[in-house]
């Protein structure tokens, strides 16, 4: 019962990032190409909005639902890990057009080919799993 | 209310509806919006792998497994009900520049050259599908998340680490669209 509620948050976000356009390859080589505002202004506006959320959380000291204090530590800090990998990353994003929410989204859209970029990126995250212990970060 | 789900969002509701991810997981579940770890849970909970990476509790994030299955519910009824594939009213220059690359189907929400399966085997499909997935897969885990969990969340907790890597995001993917995307969409 309690992954309920995570299901449910999960449709709300299914439904945005089909309706949002955000799952689009023309949208992603649009952005990329800096043909039109729009996924700039995606992005932008949902990181004030998450920005002001969680600075109202932090100075209204609000508590989770089940009364626990809100954890708000970030990842850390890994300089040639974020770099390197986000930009192999961002090599993956153009290529397929989709990040990992929009793979999910497209499968459950009925794009069954997207079924291709997800078992590739099961296969990379493997491929990461097994290489780590000898990779930089 | 139908009628306004099922119309062409503009970039002003679909980014704080996005946006809104955030609170909603910190508040109702006390969890940080990710999506991309969810690879790594998939892999630990269905595939026999001896790496220490996938040898964790992944049950005690079953959260974010849960997450991503109404992620497919949800698409799937944006995409049924609220007329969710509808062709996206992209800008009349990138509408010139797909042109350019070949793309004749821009009239949707994905290009028939990559998503229909008739192509599905074909060396475009390949190379943009599976092998971009790959590094999708692989760089969003060497970075330690992807765009949901570095540019939605990390940049939210103004985080150094997630900057970074959507700094990475936008080299990676700004040099393979404007060098590689055109070449792969000719093959």
Known sequence: MKLLKFFLIGVYFGIVLIKGEVVSWFRIQEMFHFRSFYMYGVLGSAVVVGVVSVALIRALKIRSADGSEIKLAGKPFNKVGNLTGGIIFGFGWALTGACPGPLYALLGAGYWAILLAIAGALAGTIAYGYLKPHLPH | ?187
């Open chain 2, 1 to 187: 209310m139908l009628d306004f789900l099922s119309s062409s969002w503009p970039w002003y509701v679909t980014g704080p509806l996005l946006g809104l991810m955030v609170p909603l997981l910190l508040i109702l579940g006390n969890k940080q919006f990710g999506v991309s770890s969810s690879l790594q849970h998939l892999c630990a909970a269905t595939l026999p792998l001896n790496a220490a990476y996938f040898k964790y509790n992944w049950k005690a994030q079953a959260w974010n497994l849960a997450l991503i299955g109404g992620v497919i519910v949800g698409a799937a009824i944006a995409a049924t009900v609220l007329d969710g594939a509808a062709a996206p009213a992209l800008s009349q220059s990138a509408r010139e520049l797909f042109a350019s690359w070949g793309v004749a189907s821009i009239d949707a929400l994905q290009p028939a050259e990559l998503f229909s399966l008739q192509h599905l085997f074909s060396a475009r499909t390949l190379v943009a599908l599976l092998f971009g997935g790959f590094l999708v897969g692989f760089g969003a885990r060497y970075s330690g998340g992807c765009t949901s969990g570095h540019a939605v969340m990390g940049l939210s907790l103004l985080n150094v680490g997630s900057l970074v890597a959507v700094i990475g995001f936008f080299i990676g993917g700004l040099l393979v669209s404007h060098l590689v995307v055109p070449i792969v969409m000719a093959l």
